[in-house]
C-alpha cells in the first residue's frame, strides 16, 4: 500500500483531468483514474493507478470502482468530480438531446462521484471533494445556455455541501476555469458558436495550459486538512 493516501479522478482521459492525474501521480498518490476511453487511460502509463472504464451516468459502476481501487490503496481521500461535456449552441436551434446528455453528464454525474464517497469521508472525518465548475458557473454567455445551467448547479450544490460537509472536516473545492486548452469543444455541433468561440479565444491570446489548473489543485489539496480555499477561479489574464 502507497503512503500517500488515494486520490479519484472521473474524465482523466484528457485535458484537466488527465493533467491532474499527472500532477498527483509526480507527487506520489496512487490513482483511480474513470473515463469512458479507456485506451487514453492506458496511454497515460501512470503507475499504481486503477483505470476504470466507466461513464459518470453509471452510479453502480462508480461506486465498484470506488470499492475495487480502495481495496488496494486504502480510502479516496479526493474525489474530482471533472467529467463534463460542453455542447455550446443557439438554444433555439439545439436538439433537447443535447441538453439532456449535458445535464445527466455535468450535473447528475458529478453527483454520482461525490455520492461514491461521500459516506467514507464522513466517517473518517477527512477528505476533500473537488468540484469541476467553470466561468460559465458565475457569468452567464447567451450561447451557453444549458452548459451554464449545468455549472450554477454544481456552484449551487457545492455550496450546500461546504456548509453540510465543514463539521465532518471535509473540504468542498469548487474549480472555476476560464478559456483552458483541451478538447472540450472537439463537439460542439453549431458552427456558429464554435466560430465566435474561436474568434473570442484568439482575440484574448488563446488559452492556458491545462497543467496551470492541475497545480492549483494540488496546492489547494496540499493545504492542512483545517484550511480551503473554497473556489479556484483560473482564466487567461486577458479573459473577462
Ligand atoms: P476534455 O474534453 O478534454 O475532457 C473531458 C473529460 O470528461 C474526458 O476525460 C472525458 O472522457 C470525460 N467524460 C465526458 N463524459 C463522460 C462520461 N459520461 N463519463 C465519464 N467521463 C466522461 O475537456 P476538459 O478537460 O476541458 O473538461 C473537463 C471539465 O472541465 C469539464 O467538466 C468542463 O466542463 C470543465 N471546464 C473546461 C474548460 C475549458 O476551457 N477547457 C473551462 C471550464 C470548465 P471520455 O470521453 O473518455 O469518457
Redesign the pocket.
Given at each position: 500500500m502507497s503512503e500517500k493516501p488515494l486520490i479519484a479522478i472521473?474524465?482523466?482521459?484528457?485535458?484537466?483531468?488527465?493533467a491532474v492525474a499527472r500532477a498527483f501521480s509526480k507527487a506520489g498518490h496512487p490513482l483511480l483514474l474513470?473515463?469512458?476511453?479507456l485506451d487514453?487511460l492506458e496511454a497515460l502509463g501512470l503507475p499504481n493507478a486503477v483505470l476504470k472504464k466507466?461513464?459518470?451516468?453509471d452510479r453502480a459502476a462508480l461506486a465498484g470502482a470506488v470499492g475495487e481501487a480502495e481495496a488496494t490503496f486504502g480510502p479516496v481521500d479526493m474525489m474530482f468530480a471533472?467529467?463534463?461535456?460542453?455542447r455550446l449552441g443557439d438554444i433555439a436551434r439545439q436538439a433537447p438531446e443535447e441538453w439532456d446528455e449535458m445535464i445527466d453528464?455535468?450535473t447528475k454525474?458529478v453527483m454520482n462521484s461525490v455520492h461514491a464517497v461521500l459516506t467514507g469521508m464522513i466517517s473518517r472525518k477527512h477528505g476533500t471533494l473537488v468540484m469541476?465548475?467553470?466561468?460559465?458557473g458565475r457569468k452567464v454567455y447567451p450561447d451557453h445556455t444549458v452548459?451554464c445551467g449545468t455549472?450554477f448547479f454544481v456552484h449551487a450544490v457545492s455550496e450546500s455541501l461546504r456548509e453540510y460537509l465543514a463539521p465532518h472536516d471535509v473540504r468542498v473545492i469548487v474549480?472555476?476555469?476560464?478559456?483552458?486548452?483541451?478538447?472540450?469543444?472537439?463537439h460542439v455541433k453549431d458552427e456558429t458558436t464554435l466560430a465566435n468561440y474561436k474568434a473570442n479565444k484568439a482575440a484574448i491570446g488563446g488559452?492556458i495550459s491545462?497543467d496551470v489548473v492541475a497545480d492549483l489543485i494540488l496546492d489547494a489539496y496540499q493545504l492542512p486538512q483545517r484550511a480551503i480555499v473554497q473556489e479556484i477561479v483560473i482564466t487567461p489574464t486577458r479573459q473577462k
Amino acid at each position: 500500500m502507497s503512503e500517500k493516501p488515494l486520490i479519484a479522478i472521473t474524465g482523466a482521459s484528457s485535458g484537466i483531468g488527465e493533467a491532474v492525474a499527472r500532477a498527483f501521480s509526480k507527487a506520489g498518490h496512487p490513482l483511480l483514474l474513470i473515463a469512458r476511453r479507456l485506451d487514453r487511460l492506458e496511454a497515460l502509463g501512470l503507475p499504481n493507478a486503477v483505470l476504470k472504464k466507466a461513464d459518470v451516468r453509471d452510479r453502480a459502476a462508480l461506486a465498484g470502482a470506488v470499492g475495487e481501487a480502495e481495496a488496494t490503496f486504502g480510502p479516496v481521500d479526493m474525489m474530482f468530480a471533472n467529467a463534463g461535456i460542453a455542447r455550446l449552441g443557439d438554444i433555439a436551434r439545439q436538439a433537447p438531446e443535447e441538453w439532456d446528455e449535458m445535464i445527466d453528464i455535468n450535473t447528475k454525474g458529478v453527483m454520482n462521484s461525490v455520492h461514491a464517497v461521500l459516506t467514507g469521508m464522513i466517517s473518517r472525518k477527512h477528505g476533500t471533494l473537488v468540484m469541476m465548475s467553470s466561468i460559465a458557473g458565475r457569468k452567464v454567455y447567451p450561447d451557453h445556455t444549458v452548459y451554464c445551467g449545468t455549472k450554477f448547479f454544481v456552484h449551487a450544490v457545492s455550496e450546500s455541501l461546504r456548509e453540510y460537509l465543514a463539521p465532518h472536516d471535509v473540504r468542498v473545492i469548487v474549480v472555476s476555469p476560464g478559456i483552458i486548452d483541451t478538447e472540450v469543444l472537439d463537439h460542439v455541433k453549431d458552427e456558429t458558436t464554435l466560430a465566435n468561440y474561436k474568434a473570442n479565444k484568439a482575440a484574448i491570446g488563446g488559452g492556458i495550459s491545462a497543467d496551470v489548473v492541475a497545480d492549483l489543485i494540488l496546492d489547494a489539496y496540499q493545504l492542512p486538512q483545517r484550511a480551503i480555499v473554497q473556489e479556484i477561479v483560473i482564466t487567461p489574464t486577458r479573459q473577462k
